[in-house]
Structure formats: structure tokens, C-alpha cells
């Protein structure tokens, strides 16, 4: 991660959204201390990425696979 100060990152904002948007992080620095980031934009997830990653989380968690996320949250409000 990259850090800049304040002034700096107002005087070169465009070029460091441009290298935000190729998949730098850019921190912003005032008075030395960290206080804010410029990220890149997350594209958008399909939503096999989203069952994919429940999968792997119930995997973690050594849930039985058939665990519905329903009795899930009905155990949780017990």
C-alpha cells in the first residue's frame, strides 16, 4: 500500500484514482497518520462466487451439509 499526504493527494487525486482503479491502495496520511484509503471498486460478485463462499464457511465451521441456513438462524434466536 502506497501512502501520500493530504496535500499531495489533493494536488494528484485523478492519478490516484486511476491507480486505485488498476488495483492499488492508496492510503491518505494526515499529520503522518493514516486517515483514509482510496481502494479499488470490488466488481461485482455473481452469485455462484456467494454460494461458494457459504459452502466454505460451512466447511470451517464442520457444519453437516445439510444444514439449511434457515434452521441456522431459527438455533440462533433460541
Known sequence: MRTVGLFEAKQKLSELVD???EG???GITRRGKL??????VQSQV???DVFQDIEGIRRQAKLPKRTSIRALIEEGRG
Do not use: E, Y
Open 19 to 21: 491507480r486505485a482503479s
Open 24 to 26: 492499488q491502495k492508496i
Open 35 to 40: 486517515a483514509a484509503m482510496i481502494v479499488p
Open 46 to 48: 455473481s452469485l455462484r
